[in-house]
């Protein structure tokens, strides 16, 4: 590869190369044969029948129990319409999804960051923080965090529930990655621990493609009635057309299939990235995730992940800022790397010219 081609470590997008795309025009083809009308029309905004209807028996849960929407980002607006006030306040992780936090904040919450370990939030600093003010909602990333890559460990699953019900707060469990582990073993969602005080959230957006803005919650079907409300006031219904290809998809069996490949795809570049900074970065104390779309790096003491995005440029490397993910302040060294839009050979070179920035922002 050319050491002037760009590399990005900017945004966590699926590798394009993943998408299942013969196997989607079969099902938008079926799915026009079989319910053309259905998919084309508007209908209720909790989401199209069919694709409810296969949620729910995958879930293992009631249909109302089960609200889609064009994504799942987007249902965590409606959520901040239908069911908090302005000037609620809100926990996220410390990190947590930028995305995330600046649409809390968009809608006039107030947010605070619990600090993130290795293995989930930080109870202590958790409850420290409750005992001074307990907040409507409490939004985590058990599973491969974005952006830092941690899973919230079995032991803290549980503290987080008992926490969630003694303090009478609600829990938002956003786990896209979830289903993309490559070594180890799953702990149990939060929605199983505690199914009426968590809504569960995941898309599709990461196992097909973002294209086909399939997206859902799980939940309480009276909260999830509120959030329907601002979904069907906004877009009366979400993507039929796209959310029927998805379930005839789906309903086709091919789930699985698709599943097992993007593990096979991007296992090794989760590898590649930990064997790339194991040999160019040394002393970089990064995370080792067991699945996901992103680890990250602690950068040594006294390097700014602000100086190292200005260095980087000089090699066509292109970085995220670190800032964003910190709601409370903080993570003025810290360095999001998304590892599976890249090949191998991409991100060797790309961890090759991190060392040359870091390196370069240190002298500076
Ligand atoms: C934690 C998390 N939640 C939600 C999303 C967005 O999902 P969707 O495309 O379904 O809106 C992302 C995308 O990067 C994400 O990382």
């Not at 901040?80 to 000037?87: E, M, N």
């Amino acid at each position: 590869m050319s050491a002037l081609e760009p590399i990005n470590f900017t945004r966590g997008v699926p590798a394009n190369e993943s998408f299942p795309e013969a196997e989607l025009a079969e099902a938008a083809r079926r799915v026009l044969e079989k319910q053309a009308v259905a998919v084309l029309q508007y209908g209720p905004a909790a989401g199209l029948a069919q694709f409810r209807e296969w949620l729910a028996k995958w879930q293992g849960v009631a249909a109302d129990r089960v609200l889609v929407g064009n994504g799942s980002l987007e249902l965590v607006e409606f959520l901040c319409i239908g069911l908090l006030s302005r000037g609620d306040l809100v926990y996220t992780e410390s990190p947590s999804y930028d995305r995330a936090i600046k649409l809390f904040r968009r809608n006039g919450m107030e947010v605070e960051g619990v600090p993130l370990e290795a293995d989930g939030p930080d109870i202590d600093a958790l409850e420290k923080m409750l005992a001074r003010r307990v907040p409507k909602l409490f939004y985590v990333i058990p599973d491969f965090q974005n952006p830092a890559g941690a899973t919230c460990s079995l032991e803290k699953r549980k503290r987080l529930v008992e926490l969630a019900e003694k303090h009478d707060f609600l829990l938002l469990e956003d786990a896209p990655y979830r289903l993309l582990r490559y070594r180890g073993t799953d702990e149990p969602t939060l929605y199983s621990l505690a199914p009426g005080r968590v809504l569960h959230m995941s898309s599709f957006t990461k196992l097909i493609a973002p294209g086909v803005r399939a997206g859902f919650m799980i939940g309480d079907p009276a909260k999830l009635a509120k959030i329907g409300k601002v979904a069907e006031d906004t877009y009366i219904s979400p993507g039929y057309f796209a959310h029927g290809v998805t379930a005839e998809w789906c309903a086709a069996g091919q789930l699985g299939p698709q599943i097992e490949r993007l593990k096979k795809l991007y296992a090794p570049r989760l590898d590649a990235t930990l064997a790339a900074i194991d040999k160019h970065m040394p002393d970089a104390v990064a995370t080792r995730p067991n699945g996901g779309f992103f680890l990250s790096v602690t950068l040594p003491e006294g390097t700014s992940t602000t100086a190292v995005r200005e260095a980087a440029t000089k090699y066509n490397l292109n970085l995220a800022d670190g800032l964003a993910f910190f709601p409370s302040g903080g993570g003025e060294r810290f360095l999001r790397l998304p590892f599976c839009a890249l090949t191998p050979e991409q991100i060797d070179e790309g961890i090759r010219r991190l060392a040359l920035a870091v390196k370069d922002a240190r002298g500076a």
